[in-house]
């Protein structure tokens, strides 16, 4: 073909483009959801199973069934991809309600984050995680980003609770954060005091009761 013959214009002209069937289905995008939901959850299966054990960017690709360059194809780094199971499995265990009333959504909160934490791929992944990131900077900081998305949807709904009047406008927000993540931690890690639908109740009532409004 010459230089001076003309092309056709975004396949208005083109025969092939106008005998494609209209509304056929597209796999290719179930194909890139399926893959990237199985490597989140062999990401996260491997940090389970772990035992100290380093999780590497083959191990996952091999657990989900897919080649290393999908893996890369999402992701910059092994931290990235444990940061996003991590972050994915709290996203759909914990949600941050909005039911228009502090207590009601603090205490789903809390309950549901004490609830989550005892299921046993993510007990045994949130274990792993703050066991090794006493040694290994890169998963120290990988730890402290991962709670840092957990602190930010809590406080997201306590400042909802103090716009509406339900807590003291000089409530200490991040004060509160602390505590709440303060308890979970203390009672996940050294196991003296079970993380119950009681102690999600007590907590929560103590919470309101401290910072609410005059």
């Known amino acids: 073909m010459s230089g001076t013959e003309p092309q056709a214009a975004q396949g208005q002209d083109d025969p092939a483009a106008e005998q494609t069937p209209p509304g056929r289905p597209h796999t290719g995008r179930r194909r890139n959801e399926a893959a990237h939901r199985a490597i989140l959850d062999a990401a996260l299966h491997l940090l389970a ?87 290994d900077p890169h998963l120290a900081e990988l730890m402290r980003t991962f709670t840092a998305t957990r602190r930010t949807a809590l406080r997201e709904l306590l400042s909802r609770g103090r716009e509406r009047g339900e807590l003291a406008d000089d409530a200490d927000l991040d004060l509160i954060v602390d505590q709440v993540y303060g308890v979970f931690w203390y009672r996940f890690l050294l196991g003296h005091a079970p993380l119950d639908p009681g102690a999600a109740e007590r907590l929560t009532d103590s919470l309101i009761t401290g910072n609410g409004s005059a």
């Not at 984050?113 to 066991?131: G, H, M, P, V, Y």
């Open 49 to 135: 199973d772990s035992d100290g054990t380093p999780v590497t960017i083959d191990a996952i690709a091999r657990t989900a069934g897919v080649g290393k360059q999908t893996v890369y194809r999402w992701w910059p780094s092994k931290g990235a991809v444990l940061l996003d199971a991590l972050t994915d499995r709290a996203d759909q265990d914990v949600r941050g309600p909005d039911t228009g009333t502090l207590r009601t959504d603090l205490h789903a909160f809390v309950a549901t984050t004490f609830d989550a934490a005892q299921r046993s791929t993510t007990a045994s992944a949130l274990r792993t995680l703050a066991r090794e990131a006493a040694r």
